[in-house]
Structures are given as structure tokens and as C-alpha cells.
């Protein structure tokens, strides 16, 4: 009974109201036995626009660069969407948003308003990596370097090296780092968007040499950034690319950027 009424609300709290629906329930959109000082539907109302507003804030203030680069009000009703299609499953907001980039991906598509900035997903998924990396800082010492050492050689050849939490991996489009720093700094001037990016997102600690105060884009080359989605994707150690470029696990684990591993089958 509980878990019905939990449905039928969640359902109401993100449902666009229909005048169908009003009129189905004698002028009152909600099926639910809501009462207080006003008419149930008045009030549900005035909870669904609370929830949107509370979920439009946290996005916007996950994602300011694309927020700047739209405006409020049209941030405001890709959200909205995004809220609809992409409810709220739990409590804690830490990670909602998660798939906003995605969401925006699939508008480019489909809306002609959002399709005439086609970086913006780029840019997106590039501010939720940031996020991820604001509330994951390195934790230094991490790595089991004892745990390595046990291991023979051959087992060694077979670790699968596990990137920090926090580092973050994306591949764009768009010179979407370029922009970020154009919004962030007020420097639009003759910025190129129409550039491909490997990008690194740093979180704060990384020694890069020093600890990183606070999170950073670094842009990386071809072959760096396909050491690292070959580590991420899980590759064994002995078959990572190595021969074109001058990172290696070592130093990957020296700046923190590995903080741990698992033994392959």
C-alpha cells in the first residue's frame, strides 16, 4: 500500500498537469487524497514547481559554462525535461545530473533551438566531470604498493590497473575545454569550437608536480589519453600502449592518478 502511494505520487510530482485529467477528477488533477487550505490540485502544484525549482538549482549550479552559454531560461527548460525523463531516485543530489551531457546529446538531435549549439553536450559532460572531481580529491599514499610487490611477475603482467576516483577521461567533439575557459574567463574572441579534444579532468591533489588545489582540464595527445582509456577500460597491464608515448603506470601512479588495481584471471 505504501509503495503504491509512493508511485502515485512520484508519478503525480513529475506529470505535466492535463486538463483531461482535471476534469476526469471532478477540476482536480491529483487522484491523491491530498487536503489543507486550498483545492489538492493548488497544492500539488505548488509542491511539483518547489521540486522543479530545487532540481533546476542543482543543475545549474553543476553545470554555470552551460548555463552562460543558453541562458537561464532556456537552461531552465531543458531541465525541466531533464527532471521529467530523468526523476530523482534518491535522497542525496550528489549525483544527480549524471546524465545531463547524454540528455542534451539526444536534443541535439531532435531540437532545432538546442541542435544550433551543437558543443553544448561536450561541454556538459566536461562540467560533470568537474563536479565528480570536486567531490573526489585524491587521497595521497593510496596506491598498495605492498600488495604489487607480493605478486610474481607474471601476475604482475596480468594487473588491471584501476584509475582514481574523481579522474575523469572524455574525448569531444568540440573544443569544449577551450570554451569552458572562454565562458569562465569572459574571453569569447575569436574561439574556435569546431576542434576535437582529449581531455584529463584532474582532481584536486593530483601532483602535477605540486597538489592540485582544486580540480583542472589537462588537455592530453592521442596516444596519452589511449593509455588511459585502455587502463579504465580494463585492459591487463602487459598489453597497455606504451610505444607512442612518454606516460607510464609508473607515473600515472606517482601523480596519484592510480589508486589501485586488480589481479587478472
Known sequence: ?????????????????????????????????????????????????????????????????????????????????????????????????????????????????????????????????????????????????????ALSPEQQAGVRLRLAPGVGLLKTDYAAAVIHQGVTTGELDGLDPNQSEYLLVLPAGTAWPEPLPRPQIQPLDEAAFGLLEAIEAGKELASLPLQDTDWTPALLIQRGLISDFEIGE
Open 1 to 149: 500500500m505504501l509503495a503504491e502511494l509512493q508511485q502515485q505520487f512520484a508519478d503525480q510530482l513529475l506529470a505535466a498537469q492535463k486538463p483531461a485529467d482535471a476534469a476526469a477528477n471532478g477540476g482536480d488533477s491529483s487522484p491523491l487524497a491530498i487536503s489543507g487550505p486550498a483545492p489538492a490540485a493548488q497544492l500539488f502544484q505548488l509542491y511539483r514547481n518547489n521540486f522543479y525549482v530545487s532540481l533546476r538549482e542543482r543543475l545549474e549550479a553543476v553545470f554555470p559554462v552551460t548555463t552562460a552559454l543558453v541562458g537561464e531560461e532556456f537552461f531552465a527548460q531543458i531541465s525541466n525535461r531533464y527532471v521529467r525523463e530523468f526523476p530523482l531516485t534518491q535522497a542525496p543530489l550528489a549525483d544527480y545530473g549524471d546524465q545531463y551531457g547524454g540528455h542534451i546529446a539526444q536534443l541535439i538531435e531532435t531540437n532545432e533551438a538546442v541542435a544550433s549549439v551543437p558543443y553544448l553536450a561536450d561541454v556538459a559532460r566536461l562540467e560533470w566531470l568537474l563536479e565528480l572531481a570536486e567531490q573526489r580529491p585524491l587521497q595521497p599514499n593510496a596506491f598498495p604498493f605492498e600488495r604489487l610487490s
